[in-house]
């Protein structure tokens, strides 16, 4: 029998023809025009983020704008989606949480840094980058900090570069679920208008589309089970 949950390439793409006649083609059709869309090569770490609206929206922001995968580092506080802001965006999204270190936050940043991301602090106390200047040269995880102290000291020391968005008014920043939403906006408009190779491989592609299959079809579980064995 194929394992339900680890499937092989070749089991992976059996499943995916499979499970399509489970959906409607306009559904299957918008799955393969958003994965076409979806990246990696811009990554979103959020460090101790506590007020759910605002987490859930960031992921509502990383949805729209075809950010796939974000990381979660929970040291004190323990991060919770509010279903009516995310509005289900979540279960389109890879969310990494890091919680069983002393110090998630490190356990993060290397994890970060052994997948190649340059590591961009966002802050206002910092004059580097804006959203308009920072280079794309190398995949990029923007790490984002709580709402009213920003990112810990370890964070900033283990950031490559910093970014801001200039301000010209009175107030010092922006609500991080507004900000973040301005950076990924623009640097993902950046990434698709240049000729970068931004796009996920055809094998991410699959492990994605059979998973949103699952998460789309009711007792997606059992039907994946009957179909196996059918095949064993």
Same mark, same amino acid.
């Given at each position: 029998?194929?394992? =339900?949950?680890?499937?092989?390439?070749?089991?992976?793409?059996?499943?995916?023809?499979?499970?399509?006649g489970?959906?409607?083609e306009?559904?299957?059709?918008?799955?393969?025009?958003?994965?076409?869309?979806?990246?990696?090569?811009?990554?979103?770490?959020?460090?101790d983020?506590?007020?759910?609206?605002?987490?859930?929206?960031?992921?509502?922001?990383?949805?729209?704008f075809?950010?796939?995968? =974000?990381?979660?580092?929970?040291?004190?506080?323990?991060?919770?989606?509010?279903?009516? =802001?995310?509005?289900?965006?979540?279960?389109?999204?890879?969310l990494?949480?890091?919680?069983?270190?002393?110090?998630?936050?490190?356990?993060?940043?290397?994890?970060?840094?052994?997948?190649?991301?340059?590591?961009?602090?966002?802050?206002?106390?910092?004059?580097?980058?804006?959203?308009?200047?920072?280079?794309?040269?190398?995949?990029?995880? $923007?790490?984002?900090g709580?709402? $009213?102290?920003?990112l810990?000291?370890?964070?900033?020391?283990?950031?490559?570069?910093?970014i801001?968005?200039?301000?010209?008014?009175f107030?010092?920043?922006?609500?991080?679920? =507004?900000?973040?939403?301005?950076?990924?906006?623009?640097?993902t408009?950046?990434?698709?208008?240049?000729?970068?190779?931004?796009q996920?491989?055809?094998?991410?592609?699959d492990? $994605?589309?059979?998973?949103?299959?699952k998460?789309?079809?009711?007792?997606?579980?059992?039907?994946?089970?009957?179909?196996?064995?059918?095949?064993?």
């Amino acid at each position: 029998m194929y394992p =339900v949950n680890d499937p092989t390439v070749s089991q992976t793409k059996e499943l995916i023809e499979y499970l399509k006649g489970c959906v409607t083609e306009k559904r299957f059709e918008k799955f393969q025009a958003t994965l076409g869309l979806r990246t990696r090569y811009i990554t979103l770490a959020l460090e101790d983020i506590y007020q759910p609206h605002n987490a859930s929206a960031v992921l509502r922001s990383c949805d729209c704008f075809g950010i796939q995968d =974000v990381h979660i580092i929970e040291n004190r506080n323990k991060y919770e989606v509010n279903p009516d =802001v995310a509005l289900g965006s979540s279960k389109w999204l890879n969310l990494i949480r890091y919680n069983g270190s002393e110090d998630n936050t490190i356990s993060c940043m290397i994890n970060l840094k052994k997948q190649g991301y340059r590591l961009v602090a966002t802050t206002p106390h910092k004059d580097d980058f804006t959203p308009e200047t920072l280079p794309l040269d190398q995949k990029t995880a $923007l790490i984002f900090g709580t709402e $009213l102290t920003g990112l810990t000291p370890m964070a900033l020391e283990m950031a490559d570069d910093f970014i801001k968005i200039p301000m010209v008014g009175f107030t010092e920043s922006l609500n991080i679920s =507004v900000s973040a939403a301005i950076f990924i906006q623009t640097l993902t408009n950046r990434l698709r208008s240049s000729d970068i190779s931004w796009q996920l491989s055809d094998v991410e592609k699959d492990s $994605l589309l059979l998973n949103w299959l699952k998460q789309s079809i009711n007792k997606s579980e059992m039907i994946i089970r009957g179909f196996l064995e059918k095949q064993g």
